[in-house]
Each structure stands twice: as C-alpha cells, then as structure tokens.
C-alpha cells in the first residue's frame, strides 16, 4: 500500500531517459522522480541537458529511449498539447520585436487559450482573472503597453502571469532570470517564492548561476554531460568540493541563496 | 472625375478582383510580415508562378499546378526552416531560385507565342474573367471564416510561436494552416495581379500597417484598407495613364508603404532598442 500511495504523490517519473539532437546526445540516461508540491532546483554547466530535461517533461522533447510519465499519462510523443496545458513554462528573456503587435494583457491571456481549446472566445471571468493575475506579479500598470517594450524584468513578470493564469500542475521555469539585471533578479526570485508558497505547484527551476537559487528549494539536482550527477538536499549538495567538481572549476558557495521576503 | 468607365463590365469585374485580392493578400499578408518570414512567401509565390506555367505548358488548369506547387513549396520550407539544419536564408533562398528556374524552364519549353504565360507574369486585372472573380471571392471567404475561428490561436503563433506550443496550442497546424493560406491566396491572385508582382501585394500593405499599430485587429483592418486602395488607385491609374496595371497596384502599395513609414509613430520604436534589457 505504502508503494500505491507513493505513486499517487509521484507527478514526474522518468526512466532511463535518452534524448539526442542529430548527432549530439543531450540526454543519456536520466531517471527522476518529482512528488507533488516540491521545489526542486536544477543546476549544471551549460550544455548539461537540463533544458532538454524540462523538454521531455512537457512532451517536446523526443525520448529515443526510456519513459517517461507526466501527471499520469505515459508520453509517446504524440498528443502532447493536451499535457502542455497543464503545465506552466517560463523561459528566459529572449530579443523580441519591439513592435510586435499584442500588449502584456493579450500575452497573458494566452496562458489560458490551451485549457480554452478551439472556437471559444475568452470569457469576461478570464479577462478579470488576467488583471488580477497582473495586479499580483505588480504589472497591472504595464498592461496595455506592446510586449516589445517591456525591460527584461517586466517581460519576464509577464511571462510568469501568463504561467499562472494557466493554472497548470506544474510550473517549468528555465533560468527566468538570465540576462536581467541583478534587481530584478532578485524581484523575480522573490515572485517565484511567493507563488510556491501559496499555491504549492510541483515547480522544477533550472540555473546554471548558483547566486540565482531560490531558497525554498527543497532538493537540488546536480547535472553533468546529459547525466544526473548527483542530487541532495541544497545543504549536503551546497558544498565548494561538490559545486568545483560540477563545473570543473573552482566554485564558491554563494554566501546566501536567494531568501524568501514576504 | 468621370466615372463613367464603372458601366464597363470589365472594369467592374476588375474593381471585384481587386476588392477581394486586395482583401486577401493584404490578411495574409499582416501574418507572414508579423512571423518575419517576408521570404518564404516570395518563396511560395514564385512556385505557384512555376507550377501555374506547368499547367499551361502540359495543358491542365494552370490554377491548378499553382496551388499544387504553393502547398508543396510549403510543405518543403515549413520544416527546413524549423528544424535549423541549415539557415533558412540558405534553403529558402535555394528552393525559391530552383521555381525561377523551373518557370523559366516551362515558358522556355512551351511552343507558340506565350500570351498566356506572359499574362502570368504581369497579371491581368482588366481581363479577369467572372469564374476568376467568383474563385477570388471564395477564397476570401473562407480564409476570413478561418482568420475568424482561430484569431486567438493565430495571434499567440505569429506573436510568440514557442509560447503557443507551450500552453498547448496546437501551434504546429496553426503554423501550416498560415503557410498554406498563403499558398491558396497567391494561386486565387495569380491570373489578376500576376506571378512577378502578386507578392508586393502580400508584403506591402501588411508592412505598412505593421508600421501604424500595436493591436493585430487595427493591423488587419489597416492592412485590408491599404490592399484594397492600393487595387483600386492602381486600377484607376492603368486606366487614364494606359500603363501595366499590375505594376500600377504594386507601385501604388509602395508609395502607400513609404508613407506610413514616414508617418510611423513606431519610428521612435528605436530609443527602445537601444535600451539596456534591464530591470
């Protein structure tokens, strides 16, 4: 009974996972299982295969070998949209252009076309829930302005509205906070404590910075060359010989990983 | 002005086929210019051409080889593009110079004198015929009804493709679905508008109303007013100027197209560039 109980808490189960891109394997062998509600953290060098790990989990990355189980179904790459709905993702800040024609409240919005489905209209609850949405990431001024012009911070405030309005099981947040200032940084940091805190989404943040590591994180995977290396509790895996041989240079504990302000 | 030319029948015919080519291309247009993927429809515009001269040489519906040559040409770019193995400049740039060829190739082999593939070329609005009007019209019909049914799904692809993949939306399909737009709007234009200018008139006014707003509605209605007017003043000037019409529409888009340039409240779009992406 203890086994079934255990599998009714299990939201992520990947066996033996084996991804390749062409030539490049950029996964070999990667098992993982992820309970409902944790925050798990998701470090390496670049090239480690931790995007490609978030990939396989919302069934667009291909599996060449292995399995992998996703909110109960089985992903045999194919319907996979119907999975995406459930599940939240946030990449980084990436060049758009500035004039692109939707603003920050359509973008968001798009959060909750998926779950939608075909030939419906977005409902007036939807709308309310959008502003209130961006109301809470502290966006709701910036809601009519082009997603163009938004700064790195605000576009990806915008992103992490659009996540939630989704309303998914699971939140992927791919180094959110890449190429934007330290500030902000630490703003985004902060949301996406907050949000953990009060919704209890299975959230899985990959970062290859170390000083960017939130910490409410309650287990940290450690990756390597496609492989999980090693993974632990942020205190037995925060350690300067551990982190050194991870990225194959001398690597400093950061002094405080990120902490929740409420 | 007088307006006494309207009684003509052909010209009547040739005001239709402007309205509903001008309604058409410009929407289809506002879809490719938003995605930046300008050169894949110059691409599938130059194979319908191709696939038209096919038909004429061989003897089947020249309407026929060009929508089978536009899907293909889709079909074959959609994913050389995606998947990134080459540049897509690259693999565009080849399949677009290989359907040149191929037209240039098909005219080469046909015997006779070519009226009809040079009609091909330039297009012909003063000479549209009432079945190409009524084809025009369905086309424009069923690609509103379609711009329609899926005006969230689109928006999210052509704005942000990654992110309409990763909520659920069936990103894919929508994305051929547009492609294939082009590729039937482009064959339903061909015989009016011409095989060598029909693309100015997906580019132009959808660029031009690219310039004017930030709202994809505006943009699309902007885009229409633009297509249809440039149709019309063209039409008009071919007609007191006795100058190629085609190339009187397409010229008449790019004037429209300098000026909303000119007049682009987006110019000051550039201070925003050059920002720092900062907190």
Not at chain 1, 218 to 241: H, T, V
């Amino acid at each position: 009974m203890n086994g079934r109980n255990n599998m009714d808490n299990t939201v992520i189960k990947i066996r033996d996972a084996v991804v390749s891109y062409r030539e490049d394997v950029a996964l070999q062998g990667v098992s993982l299982e992820v309970r409902k509600g944790e925050f798990i953290g998701i470090i390496g060098p670049n090239g480690a295969g931790k995007t490609t790990l978030l990939t396989v989990i919302n069934g667009l990355g291909k599996l060449v070998h292995g399995q992998a189980w996703v909110l109960g179904s089985l992903l045999n790459g194919r319907g996979g949209s119907n999975l995406r709905k459930r599940i939240g993702y946030v990449a980084q800040v990436e060049n758009i252009d500035p004039r692109l024609p939707i603003n920050v409240r359509e973008t968001v919005m798009v959060g909750c076309y998926g779950r939608l489905g075909l030939f419906r209209r977005p409902t007036r609850a939807q709308w309310e829930t959008v502003d209130k949405v961006l109301e809470m990431v502290g966006m709701a001024h910036l809601s009519q302005r082009p997603i163009g012009h938004l700064s790195g911070g605000e576009y990806q405030r915008a992103a992490i509205a659009r996540a939630l309005v989704q309303q998914p099981e699971i939140l992927l947040l791919d180094e959110p906070t890449a190429s934007i200032d330290k500030k902000a940084q630490g703003e985004i940091l902060n949301l996406i404590q907050l949000i953990h805190k009060e919704y209890h989404m299975t959230t899985l943040f990959v970062t290859h910075d170390l000083r960017t590591l939130p910490s409410i994180c309650q287990r940290l995977i450690l990756m390597k060359d496609g492989r999980i290396w090693q993974q632990g509790s942020p205190e037995s895996m925060l350690k300067e010989e551990v982190l050194s041989q991870l990225y194959e240079a001398p690597a400093s504990v950061p002094t405080e990983i990120v902490p929740l302000q409420t | 002005m007088d307006f006494s030319i309207l009684q003509y029948h052909f010209m009547q015919n040739a005001i239709l086929a402007g309205l509903f080519g001008g309604i058409t291309c410009s929407v289809v247009g506002v879809f490719v210019v938003t995605m930046h993927l300008s050169f894949i429809g110059v691409c599938i515009a130059h194979a319908a051409f191709a696939g038209a001269l096919l038909g004429l040489w061989l003897g089947f519906n020249p309407l026929i080889g060009a929508l089978l040559f536009s899907l293909a040409s889709a079909a074959i770019i959609g994913p050389v593009a995606d998947r990134g193995e080459l540049n897509p400049d690259t693999s565009i740039g080849i399949v677009f110079s290989l359907m040149l060829g191929l037209a240039f190739l098909f005219m080469g082999l046909m015997p006779g004198a070519r009226t009809e593939a040079l009609n091909l070329f330039w297009g012909g609005i003063l000479t549209v015929t009432q079945q190409d009007i009524i084809f025009l019209a369905v086309i424009t019909g069923v690609i509103g009804g379609l711009v329609a049914a899926f005006y969230k799904e689109i928006q999210a692809v052509i704005c942000h493709r990654e992110v309409a993949l990763a909520v659920g939306i069936p990103a894919t399909i929508i994305f051929y679905g547009l492609l294939f737009s082009t590729g039937v709007t482009i064959t339903a234009s061909l015989q009016s508008i011409g095989g060598l200018l029909i693309y100015s008139l997906i580019l132009n006014p959808a660029a031009a109303a690219y310039q004017l707003t930030y709202s994809l509605k505006r943009m699309l209605l902007i885009a229409v007013a633009f297509g249809v007017i440039s149709c019309w003043v063209g039409l008009l000037a071919s007609y007191f100027f006795d100058i190629p019409s085609g190339a009187a529409i397409v010229i008449t888009s790019a004037i429209i197209f300098g000026l909303a340039t000119a007049f682009s409240p987006k110019r000051k779009v550039k201070g925003w560039q050059q920002a720092p992406l900062a907190g």
